[in-house]
Structure formats: structure tokens, C-alpha cells
């Protein structure tokens, strides 16, 4: 099982990114996915959760400024962030759900390395 | 939204015991979940649900929860165990996911 995030990067406030998450060895349309983020020295903050049946979860933070999304025919998790913010600096993980995530989807069982986002103000 | 309360530092001489707590409220209706960051690395699960650990994890580790308050258990703690653990839950309040601050584990 693996987890690959892409798309990170150095942009200015108010700008735009896509992060992408190639998953690979497991059923990826059958579990529910998640991006986490770091901020500098900080503690984990969650942001999106989208599971299995394509029901999609926001932070206060970032709802209506992100928007999380799957390609099953890709096995790949997106995450749009735009009008970003200083804030929005962190190192941003992708997360495997433990399962479909109908009910309880705070179980992260995979991760991947993480991508690192820097905003410029 | 609900909050997770987490002592930031907690140490332990090599070999003992030692626990890690997470209070809040919605913690009453959902299991915590732990997580071990080690610096530079990305979290690993360690413990989840009513007590189960993920394959690959030690027996050392365990879970236990009473009303508002999870624990995290490291018996006989090692070396390798020095690192930062987050405990996180479905926020019952909201429909979302809440972490914990972090508590910072030395191995003394």
C-alpha cells in the first residue's frame, strides 16, 4: 500500500494549487481518503475527508476555499486549494481510511510523505 | 467544533511505563484514534479503535477509553519510541475530524 502526494509548491496569497495523491495495492474506490496538514513546527490539522460513497467533509478553515475530489480510474485523490492564505502554509499528507468512512472517518491507517505547500504574502 | 486536549511533554525512563492521555467531550461517542510522528517522517497509526493495533505495531502499545478521556500506553518503553503522539476522533459535535495538540514523548 502506498501513497504518493504531487503538486506542492511556492505560490503567492490568493492564488491557487491542486495537490494530487496517487494511491497504489489497495481497493482505492472502496476506502475513505483524507488530507492532513502541518504547519512549521506545529501539530497535525485535519482538512478534507471524501468516502467511499463520495461524501465530502471540510475543516472551518478551508471550506469553501478547497475542494477535495477522487479518480477512481486513476486511483488518485485531488485536493483544489485556492484563495491561499499564509495560513495554508503546512506540509500537506494524504490519508488512507481504515474503511469506507460512511460512518467514522477519523481512522488515517496510510499515509503518504507529504507535499510541502509555502504561501507568500 | 469540539477540542482534543493533549499534555504537550511527557517523559519516561527507559523500560517503564508510561501514558499518554486525550480528553474532550467527543470522545464519549467515538474511539480515539493514536498516531507516532517521529521528526521528518509522516504519522503512523498505532492504535485504533476500542483497542487494535495496525499490522507491524508492538504489543507494547495499547488503547483504553473512559468516559471523556482516551489513553495511549507504552509498557516498557524504548529508545525507538521517543517521538510526538497525536490522538485525533470523529468530532461527534460536527460532521468533521479533530486532533489533538500533540504530546511530545522522551525516553529518558
Known amino acids: 500500500v502506498q501513497l504518493l502526494e504531487s503538486g506542492g509548491g511556492l505560490v503567492q496569497r490568493g492564488g491557487s494549487l491542486r495537490l494530487s495523491c496517487a494511491a497504489a495495492?489497495?481497493?482505492?474506490?472502496?476506502?475513505?481518503m483524507s488530507w492532513v496538514r502541518q504547519a512549521p513546527g506545529k501539530g497535525l490539522e485535519w482538512v478534507s475527508t471524501i468516502n467511499s460513497g463520495g461524501r465530502t467533509y471540510y475543516a472551518d478553515s478551508v471550506k469553501g476555499r478547497f475542494t477535495i475530489s477522487r479518480d477512481t480510474s486513476k486511483n488518485t485523490l485531488y485536493l483544489q486549494m485556492n484563495s491561499l492564505r499564509a495560513g495554508d502554509t503546512a506540509v500537506y499528507y494524504c490519508a488512507k481510511g481504515s474503511d469506507a468512512g460512511v460512518v467514522y472517518y477519523h481512522n488515517m491507517d496510510v499515509w503518504g510523505k507529504g507535499t510541502t505547500v509555502s504561501v507568500s504574502s | 467544533s469540539s477540542e482534543l486536549t493533549q499534555d504537550p511533554a511527557v517523559s519516561v525512563a527507559l523500560g517503564q511505563t508510561v501514558r499518554i492521555t486525550c480528553q474532550g467531550d467527543s470522545l464519549r461517542r467515538s474511539y480515539a484514534s493514536w498516531y507516532q510522528q517521529k521528526p521528518g517522517q509522516a504519522p503512523v497509526l498505532v492504535i485504533f479503535g476500542r483497542n487494535n493495533r495496525p499490522s507491524g505495531i508492538p504489543e507494547r502499545f495499547s488503547g483504553s477509553s473512559s468516559g471523556n478521556t482516551a489513553s495511549l500506553t507504552v509498557t516498557g518503553a524504548q529508545a525507538e519510541d521517543e517521538a510526538d503522539y497525536y490522538c485525533?476522533?470523529?468530532?461527534?459535535?460536527?460532521?468533521?475530524?479533530?486532533f489533538g495538540g500533540g504530546t511530545k514523548l522522551t525516553v529518558l
Open positions: 495495492g489497495f481497493s482505492f474506490n472502496n476506502f475513505a
Open positions: 485525533n476522533s470523529r468530532d461527534t459535535g460536527a460532521e468533521g475530524v479533530i
